[in-house]
């Protein structure tokens, strides 16, 4: 075609097969896949549908076929098993193989029928004495597959019979072997014939069992029984269900035992050792499972959980019986007939250490805090901090109790001397500590330091200072790894803490609260002379430890912010045994301890003074510490002892000069002139400063003194006569014969118990004291007053033993001593 001169567009044909109007590319993919989603589902529709007519069809298929089962069963041996015999049990027999294949536990036809099947099974039994025979016949070696097959299955649909109808017969549970006419009884009897120790397929029986999750029915059939109002150990006597679960446990791990390892989850530790008081209820099953050995295949396999993180607790119960803490309760209160048994090993004391902590760890604290803070005031402290957001748990009065009572003295004891027992307190101090004195120490500390922090101490802490070997061996392992340069090995050993914390965190953890304990009743004899609990040699090294353990906790590496040195404890569990939380507190129980061993060298010197002081102290520490709310400044209130005394005068000094400039600059001190008889200095004072605010007391006081005459007496005060005046009245306040103070026999003060006696207003004349006290501590008057020791410690806030005794009464401490 020739061009004709238009100039219009000519129609164009689309050989695509689309419209006109230009389809959206991205449009057409969506209707694509959508399409195609579409028949995808339409092919899963159809073949859901198909399989649900199958299965519905095979369903009522085997449904008949059960029924016409049933009929024929019935009409040969009878809806009671009348004509039922012990040839019936044969493998010849349709009998068993009927039974097992129509038998619902559901029904209660089928529930009747199996329960008369187990009657005539356990007379068989006990007629002839000889299970095998009624089952296999002459050859069991021929017949031992079928054989197996149905004892299995037979063994199999007792449990789950008594599993089903455990509610409306749950009175027959506590039923014992003698009630042979009641049906939980008979079945669970039945079982136990199944599964005597000396059959040959009881093993095969067992592992299919427990590959059945068997201890899972046991445990729900275990707590219907618990909630009934008898109880289980009422005559003493083994019930069926105890029975059966002690034979059934001794398979797991023993030779020459065939038994399948299942599934932690469905394991006896965790479906039934998670029961509630078990023992309680079980007083038989917890001899065979504390003296036959089984604890340690069992606690083994928890060990093994808990090292690899594994959570194979079932659902708890209720909120106030935790799996854990049930499980906690029933491993401790076998724990101690264990440790007894001659076959218990080392590796046995590890693993029960290693799962004790764990489960402790997720307990909460079950301390006292009033009792607490005024027994044992090494492990708590008065600026605790508690997370409110944090929703304390409860745990029952009754398992709390469970717990603590099995952490006894005899505990304590067999741990730990299982657990050193192979450790040498005569080791080379040039050898470092083996692999093996490494776990026995790691599993120690670590399950210490937990109980430290979860239970109540008073028992504690006095087996483990005084009956076991604790601080020697750990004095001994920390001694050797100090002098080796062992640490920074150490901590990749440690499994209870990460691989980068210091080596001496834990073991200090335990020992310095240890410790500390011991030196509360230690008299001046046994630590000087004696050189008890250590020689003073230790000491010394043990004071370079804590002093740079110390010091790399709050300045070198701190864990907290400056502004949060206080030692903040949480309610969660999860948050009270971090590296953080361990690092915490070892920096409070080190810092006691070291202020706890100055005041002896205080009292009578066996070391420089100077090996108290941290390396580190430097100008820059200087100026930090002068501000508030600086790490420095922390350091200086929690471990005064780090720093030396003329660094602490220096700063203290650099304070008052601070607050004397920045007030001085604003002229907000107000002058103060006061008139002051001289035989009445004390009763004058009191009534004319008492009242003065803090900005007044910290502006200038002028005073003048009056005579007996009532003159004034000639003088400017420009701030002689003030410390004329603070040296007149300290002399008055302090002079025994007032009678706010008396004295010791080396003529030291203490307050007067009787002072009220004395003075209707002695506690005000108190206050009014360290008023005066302060203000000459503030204009650098040097006020020299012979406090008791015992005193000084009371006003820093420490507590007073029996060291400290003979500064108050030395025929008393003579006494005790001798007593002691």
């Known amino acids: 075609m020739y061009f004709s001169g238009d100039p219009s567009t000519r129609k164009r044909v689309d050989l695509g097969g689309r419209s006109s109007k230009e389809r959206d590319r991205q449009k057409l993919l969506e209707q694509t896949r959508l399409e195609r989603n579409r028949r995808l589902w339409l092919r899963q529709q159809n073949s859901a549908a198909l399989k649900i007519q199958k299965c519905f069809r095979g369903r009522r298929a085997v449904k008949a076929e059960h029924f016409k089962v049933r009929v024929q069963f019935c009409g040969t041996y009878g809806n009671c098993c009348q004509n039922v015999d012990r040839h019936c049990f044969s493998p010849d027999s349709e009998f068993l193989r009927q039974l097992l294949f129509f038998f619902n536990a559901r029904k209660a036809g089928d529930f009747a029928i199996l329960v008369e099947t187990c009657r005539l099974l356990v007379q068989f039994i006990r007629d002839s004495g000889d299970t095998v025979s009624l089952f296999a016949g002459r050859d069991y070696s021929s017949n031992h597959a079928l054989v197996d097959y149905r004892v299995k299955q037979l063994a199999y649909a007792c449990v789950e019979a008594v599993h089903q109808n455990r509610n409306q017969l749950k009175e027959q549970l506590l039923m014992k072997p003698e009630e042979s006419s009641v049906s939980m009884t008979l079945l669970l009897e ?95 099953l917890k001899e065979v499972f504390a003296t036959r050995g089984l604890s340690q295949h069992y606690l083994h396999q928890m060990a093994f959980c808990v090292q690899n993180c594994a959570n194979v607790l079932p659902n708890d119960i209720s909120p106030e019986y935790p799996g854990y803490a049930c499980l906690l309760g029933n491993i401790l209160e076998t724990a101690g007939v264990a440790l007894s048994q001659p076959n218990c090993s080392f590796e046995m004391a590890v693993d029960l250490a290693a799962v004790t902590t764990f489960l402790l760890e997720e307990l909460p604290s079950m301390k006292s805090s009033s009792r607490e803070s005024k027994e044992s005031p090494m492990l708590v402290d008065d600026d605790m901090i508690i997370d409110d957001e ?317 005579n007996e005459f009532g003159v004034e007496e000639a003088g400017i005060d420009g701030g002689g006569i003030f410390k004329d005046f603070m040296e007149n009245i300290t002399r008055a306040a302090f002079d025994v014969q007032y009678g706010l103070f008396k004295e010791t026999t080396d003529h030291l003060l203490y307050p007067n118990p009787g002072s009220g006696m004395i003075h209707e207003q002695h506690l005000q004349f108190f206050h009014f004291l360290g008023t005066l006290l302060a203000k000459a501590m503030f204009e650098g008057i040097l006020v020299d007053i012979p406090f008791a020791t015992f005193f000084l410690s009371k006003l820093k806030q420490k507590y007073n033993y029996l060291n400290d005794l003979p500064s108050l009464d030395p025929e008393l401490y003579r006494h005790l001593i001798f007593l002691k």
């Open 390 to 706: 944090v929703t304390e748990v409860i745990l029952n009065r009754d398992l709390e109790q469970q717990i603590c009572n099995a952490i006894d003295p005899r505990f304590l004891l067999q741990l730990t001397n299982l657990l050193f027992g192979g450790i040498s307190l005569a080791s080379n101090s040039h050898d470092g500590p083996d692999d093996k004195e490494v776990a026995a120490v790691g599993a120690a500390c670590a399950f210490l330091h937990v109980t430290f922090n979860t239970l109540p101490l008073e028992r504690i802490m006095t087996v483990l200072a005084y009956r076991t070997e604790l601080v020697s061996v750990l004095w001994n392992f920390m001694k050797r790894c100090h002098e080796n340069q062992k640490w920074s090995s150490l901590s990749q050993q440690l499994s209870y803490l990460s691989g980068d914390s210091p080596g001496w965190l834990l073991p200090l953890a335990v020992f310095c609260p240890v410790y500390k304990h011991m030196l509360t009743i230690v008299d001046n004899e046994e630590f000087y002379e004696q050189e008890k609990p250590l020689s003073l040699k230790d000491i010394r090294c043990l004071i370079i430890i804590l002093r740079q353990a110390l010091w790399q906790l709050l300045w070198v590496n701190p864990t907290t912010p400056s502004n949060s040195m206080k030692f903040a404890t949480k309610t969660s569990s999860n948050k009270r045994h971090t590296e953080e939380f361990i690092q915490e507190r070892v920096g409070i129980v080190a810092s006691e301890l070291l202020s706890q061993l100055q005041d002896w060298n205080n009292r009578r010197q066996f070391t420089s003074p100077s090996d108290f002081h941290a390396d580190g102290v430097n100008e820059f520490f200087i100026s930090q510490a002068v501000m508030e709310n600086t790490r420095a400044n922390d350091i200086l209130k929690q471990a005064p002892f780090l720093v030396p005394f003329t660094s602490r005068v220096k700063i203290f000094n650099s304070q008052l000069t601070a607050v004397r400039q920045r007030h001085g600059s604003n002229s907000v001190f107000s002058r103060n002139r006061f008139r002051i008889r001289r035989d009445h200095i004390l009763e004058d004072a009191y009534n004319q400063m008492s009242a003065l605010s803090e900005e007044d007391l910290r502006g200038v006081i002028r005073v003048t003194f009056v």
């Open 190 to 284: 039945a079982v136990v014939s199944l599964i005597d120790p000396k059959l040959p397929w009881v093993c095969n029986i067992v592992g299919y069992l427990l590959q059945r999750k068997t201890f899972s029915l046991f445990r729900e059939i275990a707590l219907t029984w618990k909630e009934s109002t008898k109880t289980a150990a009422s005559n003493g006597k083994v019930s069926s269900l105890e029975h059966v679960l002690a034979l059934v446990i001794p398979h797991i791990g023993r030779k020459p035992c065939t038994c399948p390892n299942i599934d932690p989850q469905w394991s006896f530790s965790s479906q039934i050792l998670t029961i509630p008081f078990l023992w309680k209820f079980f007083p038989y």
